[in-house]
């Protein structure tokens, strides 16, 4: 038997590269799917009452396939109640199920047109056929079995006759494959080396004789029938090494693998393992939806988050998720600003210590350790120092580089608290008398930092400062892996450069020569004099004839139609009103009060949203152009309502988030993250600020708004942590401080290595960044869903691609500072280079986005498409021909390997470097 079975093994072993071509396939039976990681694989198999409409799925994964179980029925399933009780055969007591015989003459039909129909017509083609042996259990004799193997072998056929479309997945099956094997797409069999034994409820890995027995089935599948093998095992969710190894085992034979928990809730491992990208923070209670947007955890720890590549899910107590977060999320965050409830404190505690004993890492910020109950304490290794009563001096006695980030920790001696944590590396240790205290950690379950080296709120008004680095702690405590993070700064290797204007003030008088209205001067000293993409707005009610200045509508609608009719320009609508308060105005609380005062208008957010799109597209766009943006007003805080409209519009939104860090205030607590989800929808926050908040809204000095420059200094070193964005009001161009202001500004922004964008561009890569799918791979790995976010960043631990073997990397910039791979598909295969740079020729960088790139033995062709004259710079191609069309270009200036060419085209559809050998 020995003999045979590593027989078996070599013989897979030769197989497993014929393998390599099969789709990747996991199981998730649970609701509310994380198609985030999911689209990492070719093909899902999911419970179709959990998703009865897989049409909808808008970012799942290339294949979804409904589970259906053929030898038995849960009671729950809507057509268990029509079946005859006379084909009822009995119980599966481990599972709560009723045993179907399969021999009744009525079943094949009853099947294909209750079961199956239903499922086609929701959309589903693929369909995974379970408990194909579960007749064993009430089949006996031979007889009995022959039957009963029958019965399935023309309910299968009867499915084909119907939907000859259909794929079919068989789990197991083994005794009707050889009649049905040329209807059947793929053969899945569960428990090959890790199984669980569902009537004792504990995992056990496969006694040997049973694996060998599976291994003689598996090779007449995949050796007789030529068909491919999913093999299934369990392992607890905790478990993720083990998870790994036994799916590379599965691998290594050649099958495809989807190691996970028994339930099928979890995300397991398989021939990709996709990435968790979110990090659960959860947060005090916030007085209501709006009040969210002001808590420390969105405010401060968005941004580091988003740096790091993660996506913050925010959540309170009342909303701790009970499904396995182990594969799902990277992490929980606990930052709590107010003290918690007991109510909530209990509630905490009890998930928490179940997440811990998942190795779920947590990183706990202000960590209350005086009010962790005895039994989180336990669980955390914690143990308490009673207090003395006597007050002494507190000392620091030990303290890690990633503490006094942007300002020294201070203790205060209210708040010592004796505490230790087993397993530790302390960041700072403090001492008080004989006591000791842990007050920051890396700790064997995630790390913590006590309440107040979080952070620190300056006397004044001087605002808050980070005293632990915020991008060190999370690293370390989240365990948070090295790979490739999607990047919302940069395009082509560049930072980006936005321009966009909300339409406040449009008709208000500028105060030069003429009295202009501030819409002439923003034509003329914006459009006219800089040919980059920007994006204009206006608010309707201001210059609809209709509104509240119709002396000044023909005035103002036929400037507006001059800006709009420039190429370089794109539309957004700064709403109809201009609501002050969204939350308020919707609720009606005097609603004339928060927007402004139109007679006899009260708020409605079609009208807002809607309307003011259909007016400008119809009185102002030219022919065809429509509106991209919808541009927040106000206190841009939207409702759930109004995000919802944005969205059905078909139109991305934007403003919002307050980043204005300057040299008075160069902290990172200046900066946020990327945006906010609500339960409407993803709000975009703008990049920066506008002059209002740099003149000190808008009472000057109105020259002040230079200082947006510091801002940009600040965000782009040591971190490269936004992109440029011009963004101001139309009434800046009332003063003439202001239009200095802002052609100064503009010069800064065109003096440095920037690819111009629109800023639709930018929230669509913003919105790419929140589910888009990165999965490790053997070869390295796997990216999908970057539809508009075409630029990653690397770590320096994470190897370069190897451009040759790699699929939909367009080059890499990698010589000084940052890194960053340029992608020119949504979908790509990174292979990690082996080691030496590629001396083939490279895009280094360029101004453009990249749309196509073409390897080939002589040379390699890239099309590259801008808004502005291209400018690229490309490597190793001294040797080479570098082309546009039958045109041979030459470097503006060389450097070393470095070639840098700049042309007058915006376009480049057949850039070529064709070398010699």
């Known amino acids: 038997m020995k003999k045979l079975f590593f027989r078996l093994l070599a013989a897979f072993a030769c197989a497993a590269q014929a393998s390599a071509a099969s789709p990747s396939v996991a199981l998730y039976y649970g609701a509310s799917p994380p198609w985030e990681l999911l689209r990492a694989f070719d093909r899902v198999v999911v419970d179709p009452g959990h998703v009865p409409e897989p049409r909808s799925i808008k970012n799942g994964p290339p294949e979804l396939a409904a589970y259906v179980a053929v030898g038995e029925v849960q009671p729950s399933r809507p057509y268990a109640a029509a079946i005859p009780a006379a084909w009822i055969k009995g119980k599966n007591k481990d599972w709560g199920s009723q045993l179907i015989d399969q021999a009744q003459p009525g079943w094949p039909v009853f099947f294909a047109e209750r079961v199956i129909q239903p499922l086609w017509t929701a959309g589903y083609r693929s369909f995974f056929f379970d408990t194909l042996d579960s007749y064993h259990l009430f089949s006996k004799t031979p007889e009995s079995r022959s039957a009963q193997e029958a019965g399935m072998v023309e309910l299968v056929r009867e499915v084909k006759r119907r939907y000859p479309q259909a794929k079919l997945i068989f789990n197991r099956g083994f005794e009707i494959l050889g009649k049905t094997h040329s209807l059947v797409d793929m053969v899945a069999a569960e428990s090959l080396f890790q199984g669980f034994d569902a009537g004792k409820s504990r995992f056990r890995p496969v006694p040997g004789a049973d694996r060998e027995w599976l291994l003689g089935q598996l090779s007449t599948v995949k050796n007789t029938y030529g068909l491919p093998v999913l093999a299934i095992d369990y392992v607890p969710a905790h478990d993720r090494a083990l998870a790994r190894t036994t799916a590379e085992q599965i691998r290594e034979l050649g099958f495809t693998p989807w190691v996970t928990t028994p339930d099928l809730t979890s995300i397991g491992v398989g021939s990709v393992e996709a990435m968790p990208r979110k990090v659960l923070v959860v947060h005090s209670t916030p007085v209501n939806e709006a009040s969210l947007r002001y808590l420390d955890p969105v405010r401060m720890l968005s941004l580091p988050l988003n740096y790091l590549g993660y996506v913050p899910e925010f959540v309170d107590a009342s909303q701790l998720p009970d499904h396995p977060l182990k594969g799902r999320y990277a992490g929980i965050v606990i930052w709590q600003t107010v003290p918690a409830t007991t109510a909530e404190q209990q509630r905490l505690s009890g998930w928490l210590r179940k997440q811990v004993q998942d190795t779920v890492p947590v990183a706990w910020l202000n960590m209350p350790g005086t009010l962790l109950d005895s039994n989180l304490r336990s669980t955390l290794g914690i143990t308490l120092t009673p207090t003395s009563g006597a007050i002494a001096p507190i000392t620091v006695v030990q303290q890690s580089g990633i503490m006094g980030f942007e300002r020294a920790p201070t203790p205060a001696l209210d708040s010592f608290a004796g505490m230790t944590v087993e397993g530790a ?493």
């Open 425 to 917: 590396r302390p960041l700072l240790v403090l001492m008080q008398a004989d006591r000791t205290q842990h007050a920051a950690a890396i700790t064997p379950w995630g790390g913590f930092v006590s309440s107040p080296f979080v952070t620190s709120v300056l006397p004044g008004e001087l605002g808050s400062r980070w005293v632990v680095n915020p991008f060190d702690f999370l690293s370390q405590a989240l365990r948070l892996p090295k790979m490739p993070i999607p990047d919302t700064t940069t395009e082509s290797g560049k930072r980006m450069l936005m321009i966009h204007m909300d339409g406040d003030g449009f008709i208000s008088r500028s105060e030069t020569p003429g009295n202009p209205i501030a819409g002439e001067m923003v034509r003329d000293r914006v459009v006219r004099k800089y040919a980059l993409p920007m994006t204009i707005s206006v608010i309707e009610a201001e210059i609809a004839p209709d509104g509240l200045y119709p002396g000044l509508s023909p005035l103002a609608e036929k400037v507006a139609k001059e800006i709009f009719a420039a190429p370089h320009v794109a539309i957004a609508s700064h709403s109809y009103s201009h609501p002050f308060f969204w939350y308020r105005a919707s609720a009606g609380e005097g609603s004339d009060s928060y927007n402004l005062r139109i007679p006899g208008y009260r708020f409605d957010v079609k009208r807002e949203v809607d309307g003011s799109i259909a007016y400008i597209e119809r009185r102002l766009a030219p022919r065809g152009k429509k509106v991209e943006v919808f541009l927040w007003t106000g206190d841009c805080i939207p409702t759930s309502e109004a995000l919802r409209a944005v969205a059905a519009a078909g139109i991305v939104n934007m403003n919002g988030g307050d980043t204005v860090a300057t040299r008075s205030n160069p902290s990172l607590t200046y900066v946020e993250g990327l945006g906010l989800q609500r339960a409407g929808g993803f709000q975009v926050f703008a990049p920066n600020q506008n002059e209002n908040v740099y003149t000190n809204n808008w009472l000057g000095p109105y020259y002040e708004f230079e200082r947006v420059i510091e801002t940009f200094q600040l965000t782009e070193s040591p971190r490269r942590l936004k992109p440029i964005n011009i963004y101001f009001h139309t009434y800046l161009a009332t003063k003439r401080a202001g239009v200095q202001t802002l052609d100064k500004i503009f010069q800064y922004a065109l003096s440095q290595p920037v690819t111009p964008v629109h800023i639709a561009d930018y929230a669509r890569k913003v919105m790419d960044f929140q589910d888009l799918s990165i999965a490790r791979t053997p070869q390295g790995w796997q990216i999908r869903g970057a539809s508009a976010l075409r630029s990653l960043r690397l770590p320096a631990a994470v190897p370069l691609p190897d451009l040759e073997s790699s699929r939909g990397i367009a080059g890499y910039t990698a010589d000084s500072g940052d890194r960053y791979v340029h992608l020119h598909t949504d979908s790509v295969s990174w292979v990690a280079s082996p080691g030496a740079l590629t001396s083939r020729p490279l895009l280094v960088s360029a101004n453009a986005r990249v749309t196509d790139v073409q390897h080939a033995s002589t040379g390699v062709r890239w099309s590259l498409s801008g808004h502005v004259p291209l400018q690229f710079t490309l490597k190793n191609v001294q040797d080479c021909d570098v082309r546009l069309g039958n045109r041979k270009l030459t470097p503006l200036r060389q450097e070393g390997s470095f070639s840098h060419f700049e042309l007058i085209e915006h376009v480049a559809p057949s850039l070529e470097a064709l070398c010699r050998n």
